[in-house]
Structure formats: structure tokens, C-alpha cells
């Protein structure tokens, strides 16, 4: 076929670009599952470990298994000083996220043994990301004021050391539980933009960290995980719940984007905001209310009357910024912390593609000219 003959769809919005079994999003019923476990299941039961084993191998752990995924994380949470004193040169009013961008594929300097058919070094690739990528966000932020990064600790789990590499205080058993929550509910979304720049990446054979780098670029973008942050912005200049019907009706008629409402595939309100939600309304149980929740409550019911005909609802970013504000964390670290748990993700469909590989080479529909001179440079100047 011609490349012209080829239907192009902007953003290649209904085009299966890969075959996977990672996990399945019904958009109009609102169900995501991973390896075929229902998310609200897997929120209430799992932790953010074990359901990135089940993303990355397939099914759960066992016991024994688990126990020494956690153990090797741990092991391996430690990231060399030529890293820290590579994040130390960072500007201190860099985006972390450029950060994390950075020292991810920094990694791949340190480690660069590229044995793709091995499944020894795909365990330690897996295992070295999932446990340095926390300590790498939390030691960018520890530099950027100025301190030495927090050493991580065996004695916690890997949403509560994370907290503690942050604050340098041992976070409440349920707020470290919240926050691996949070993780779990992030960590995987079949092929959005940044796991189709992981799986393009990943194509290539290149090595892992590459892949890990070139997703979390991807991820950076409003449009995709930094929209949570977009969020608390929008909420901090709504400023009061009077003030959302007009900033609505404004946006509207300006044809302005809301942030942290529609998306690609559902077509009514994420199962990730509903869960996220209930777990916002558990740590204001826990440690005191939030004022720009009512805003939100009101945002989320005024763009629902408005924009619900068109199946926007609130998605998994809505609320997301809101627990992270709850729990201290500032907000352009919010985008990090999805990488994080996103990694998981990633990382399952690095290793599916890797089962499967054909370097991803799609067509284009040519629009531009054919046949056109060659003008001298002195000829163009009059232009
Ligand atoms: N606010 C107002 N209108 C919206 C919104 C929104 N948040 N989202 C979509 N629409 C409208 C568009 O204006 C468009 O209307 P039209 O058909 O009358 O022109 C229609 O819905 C379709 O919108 P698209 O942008 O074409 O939808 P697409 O599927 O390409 O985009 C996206 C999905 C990027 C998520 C979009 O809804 C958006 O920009 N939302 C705000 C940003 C956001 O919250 N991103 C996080 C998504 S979740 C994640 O990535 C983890």
C-alpha cells in the first residue's frame, strides 16, 4: 500500500501498537486490571512490591519469593557516590523530574553490561531500578536544600523509607501504607505515552536504564504525569469553592483544558481517582482536613454537569495531588512519585517486549512537496 493510501489517526488514538498481557483497561466501565486482578483488589490486599512482581513476572510471588524481592531491593536501595556527586552539580532549581531523567540513564554508565537474554541480569536490571530510583529522587531533593541525602534504612518498607528519605522522620504505619497504595495504584496503565516510549526505547535493545530514562521524559509532560501538579495549581488559583462554577464556565469558553479531568480511554471517572479519593478522605481522618478538598468536590461536580456528555470525568491525577499536599510532599516532586510507582509498569513491558521484540519502525503520511530546487543562500536573502 502507498504510504499515502495509510489512514493516519492523531495520536494514534485506537491503534493497537502492541500485543501485551500486562494489564486491561475497559474505559467505559471504569475496570483496570492488572494480569487480570481487578486494581480495587489489588489497592485492598497487595503492596506495591508484590503487585510489581505479579506486573513484571506475571503472577504473584510466593513467600519465598517475595521475601528475597524485597530482600535484594533492600540490598540494592544504595546509590554510588559518583551518582550523588553527579546530582550534587545539579541546579538546585531544576525540575526533579529532569533530575530523575538524568541520573536514571546515568545509571546505565555504571551497569552497562547489556546481557538482554539473560534472565539473571533482567532480575537485577528489574531489581536495581525498582530500589534506586526512590533513593535517586529523594537524594535530588535532600541536595537541592542544601543536605546531604537521607541514608535509606532496612527496618521499612519501600513506600515508608521512601517517606523517610524525604522528611528524615519514620513515617505512621498508615500513612506509609497510604502512600504504597498510591504506588500500586500508579504503578501500570497498558500503553499510554510513556510505556510507548519505554517499549520504542526498548526495541532497540538498548539497555534498561535507557528505557527507564526515556519513559520518565515522557512521563514529565502536563498532558501526561504532570498534570497532578497542574492540579494544585488550578486549585490554589480557584482559591475558594464559590469561584469554581465561573472558573469552569471560563475555561469552557476559552476551549482551556481542566486539569486532571478526561482521558484517552475512560469515559467516565478513573477507578484509580474513586480509590484515591476514599484514601484522601483516610489520612484527613488521620491527620486533619484539607481545605482545597471541598474546592475539588466542587470542581469534580460543576465539570461533571458541564463536560460529563462528553465523558470527562476526574482521572487518576485529580486526587493523586491532593494526598501527596496531605502527606507534605512538595508539589514537583508529585510527578517523581508516579514515576516511581510507574517504573513497575515500565519494566513489565520491557521484559514483554523483550520476549517479543521487532524494532517498532511505523509509517507516516507524507504531506510536504516533492521535486523542489536547491536555492543558492545568497538567492534566499531578499525573502
Ligand atoms: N477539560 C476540558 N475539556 C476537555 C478535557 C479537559 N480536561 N479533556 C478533554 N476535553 C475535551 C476537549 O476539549 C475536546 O473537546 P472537543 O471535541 O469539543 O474539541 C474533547 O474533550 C476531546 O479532547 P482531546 O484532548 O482530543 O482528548 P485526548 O484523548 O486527546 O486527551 C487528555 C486526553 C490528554 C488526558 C485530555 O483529556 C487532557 O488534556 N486532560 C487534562 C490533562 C490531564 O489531566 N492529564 C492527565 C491524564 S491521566 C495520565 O496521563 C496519568
Redesign the pocket.
Known sequence: MAESACEYKP?L?GIPAAQSSVSYVDGGKGVLEYRGINIEELAKNSTFLETAYLLIWGELPTTQELAKFEADIIEHRWIKYHIRDMMKCFPEGGHPMDALQASAAALGLFYSRRALDDPQYIYQAVVRILAKIPTMVAAFHQLRNGNDPVKPVGDLGYAGNFLYMLTEKKPEPLVARIFDVCLTLHAE?TI??STFAALVTASTLTDPYAVIASAVGTLAG????G?NE??LAMLKEINSVENVRPFVEE??AK??????????VYKVK?PRATILQSLAERLFDLIGFDNYYEIALELEKV?GEK?GH?G?YA????YSGLVYRRLGIPTDLFTPM?AIARVAGWLAHWKEQLSINRIYRPTQVYVGNHNIQYVAIQERNGR
Not at 482551556?256 to 484517552?264: A, L, Q, S, Y
Not at 482521572?315 to 485529580?318: A, G, L
Open positions: 495520536g488514538e496503565h499510554n505515552a502536563p498532558l501526561h504525569g498534570a497542574e492540579v475555561r469552557i476551549k482551556e483544558k481542566i486539569m486532571g479531568f478526561g482521558h484517552r478513573d465539570v463536560l462528553k470527562i482521572n487518576v491525577d485529580f508516579f
